[in-house]
């Protein structure tokens, strides 16, 4: 089964389209849950930290079951998955609205919008890039903006639908809005196959047609010694019955009997074929979940790859918590109201979209290599949020938050860089692998800065700490990947199949 040629247009920019706006109902709120944030410490009373699982879990719940959201979209279509989740989504919005303790949003906001969203996420990236090729960074690019988007109008409307109907009335609200993402995924067309098989018809309506798929010589003979029994049972009844047909009470007899056990050894060939094809069914099932470690494995043989997963676990630990905590940064530094010309998390929310756009263009160009500019923004996000502590004016931290948003936008080139890695053929279970530690690091990235403040009641050293995650995890890619195309130039080292290199990689 072979996907067809991505067609780099045509019915893709539609994909583009409804993908953005599932984007934005999806991740609107949950990344503008610093608005919420704040009335949340002021309803429940709790610590920063334990606040602050809420909003984490919202963000990385999605990405920790990224595997299970990967294998969710390969098993029933990116259209399917998009249209359940949005229930999720609304579901879980509008949940939150009677929440009677922060438990109870752990669980109605942190797990079950986090996980509508991580399936929303897969399913978009899954389909636009099966719908494009050439211009894989443009699309994604633009798909990815529909979150920044999402975050710059919904932290100004989240925060003027409290005022105006209060917290829980803000929650149903953005819960019925989510509710459109059902119609965008109804318009998710899946890319035709080429050379697909006809629909296969049920196991238990035709399992003598299932026996093509196996040619297991030793099989197929014991399954036709199993059969050959049955016949020469049959015809040994048959001719028991023949012998007696002279007499008309003992052949109507014999002839029930006959007719019985020609019924019975038609039950037991079903039972047997049907057995045979069992085993078979569960033998390829297995040899299948051999075959996912075993790819798992070859996997983190690829150097990008293993730095990878450690360079986005630590980028999310401490790039994460600013769109979370911004807010609560300029409160405590005593930065009044009156001196807010825009909310901060709009600020980020806005350059995170122009950033996405810029570098996803930026990716499409022959001349640039994209890991070198991933590194980049890695390493200068850290230099960022060093910062932070730095900043004691709402001009600074509005400047710093423009500066963190154009940066995190590197998650448009993100799936670019996995996809020229590992190719188009392994992305879903590569870049699940790779978003598990990107969940895990949005999980632990706000609770561990606002433990830092409950303990230090200061950000200075919480905002530290989270520069130099980044900063290590940029640098660590750096040097893994060198060598990496240090090894890809040697002549005797080739590639494995479906694999493509940095440097092959920013010539096509």
């Not at 925060?159 to 998710?188: H, K, P, W």
């Not at 056990?261 to 299948?288: G, I, R, S």
């Not at 750096?478 to 694999?499: F, G, I, Y």
Request: glycine share 10%.
């Amino acid at each position: 089964m072979v996907l067809l040629k991505s067609p780099d247009g045509g019915w893709g920019w539609v994909i583009v389209l409804v993908s953005f706006f599932t984007q934005f109902f999806c991740y609107g709120s949950p990344l503008a849950v610093g608005v919420l944030y704040l009335e949340w410490l002021d309803t429940f009373g709790e610590g920063k930290g334990k606040t602050a699982w809420i909003g984490s879990l919202a963000s990385g719940v999605g990405l920790l079951a990224s595997p299970v959201c990967s294998a969710c979209v390969s098993s029933f279509g990116a259209r399917p998955v998009t249209i359940f989740s949005g229930f999720m989504v609304a579901g879980g919005l509008m949940m939150s609205s009677f929440a009677p303790n922060i438990y109870f949003l752990f669980f109605s906001y942190g797990i079950i919008v986090g996980l509508g969203c991580g399936l929303l996420y897969t399913a978009t990236v899954t389909i636009t890039c099966q719908y494009f090729d050439k211009r894989r960074g443009l699309a994604l690019g633009l798909i990815s903006t529909g979150s920044s988007v999402g975050l710059f109008i919904y932290a100004a409307l989240q925060r003027e639908l409290i005022e105006l109907y209060g917290l829980d009335g803000c929650l149903l609200i953005v819960g019925a809005l989510s509710l459109n993402i059902l119609a965008c995924g109804s318009l998710m067309r899946p890319l035709e196959l080429s050379d697909s098989p006809l629909p296969e018809k049920s196991c238990l309506e035709k399992v003598p047609d299932q026996y093509l798929i196996y040619y297991e010589k030793e099989n197929v003979e014991e399954n036709t010694s199993i059969l050959e029994k049955g016949y020469n049972e049959e015809k040994s009844v048959n001719n028991m019955s023949s012998r007696d047909c002279k007499q008309d009470s003992i052949l109507n007899k014999n002839g029930l009997i006959s007719i019985h056990a020609k019924e019975t050894d038609t039950y037991k060939q079903k039972v047997v074929e049907q057995t045979y094809f069992c085993k078979q069914l569960a033998k390829k099932k297995w040899q299948l979940y051999l075959n996912y470690w075993e790819e798992t494995l070859f996997l983190f043989k690829n150097k990008v790859f293993s730095s990878l997963f450690i360079a986005i676990l630590l980028f999310d630990i401490g790039g994460f918590p600013p769109s979370l905590l911004m807010e609560d940064v300029a409160r405590s530094s005593n930065i009044s109201e009156e001196e807010y010309v825009m909310p901060l998390i709009s600020i980020i929310g806005i350059m995170t979209a122009v950033g996405k756009l810029v570098l996803g263009v930026l990716a499409d160009f022959k001349w640039i290599n994209t890991l070198y500019l991933y590194v980049i923004t890695l390493i200068m996000t850290g230099v960022a949020l060093v910062a932070i502590p730095f900043a004691k004016s709402y001009i600074m931290l509005a400047v710093l938050s423009g500066i963190l948003g154009f940066l995190t936008g590197n998650w448009s080139i993100f799936p670019y860089v996995t996809t020229k890695t590992v190719g188009i053929e392994k992305l879903a279970h590569a870049y699940g692998i790779l978003m598990f530690f990107a969940g895990l690091g949005n999980s632990l990235g706000p609770p561990i800065v606002g433990w830092f403040y409950d303990w230090t009641q200061t950000y200075d050293i919480a905002f530290c700490f989270s520069g130099l995650c980044v900063l290590l995890g940029g640098l660590l890619l750096l040097v893994a990947a060198l060598p990496w195309w240090d090894n890809c130039n040697n002549p005797r080292a080739k590639p494995p199949p479906n694999t493509y290199s940095y440097t092959v990689a920013s010539s096509v």
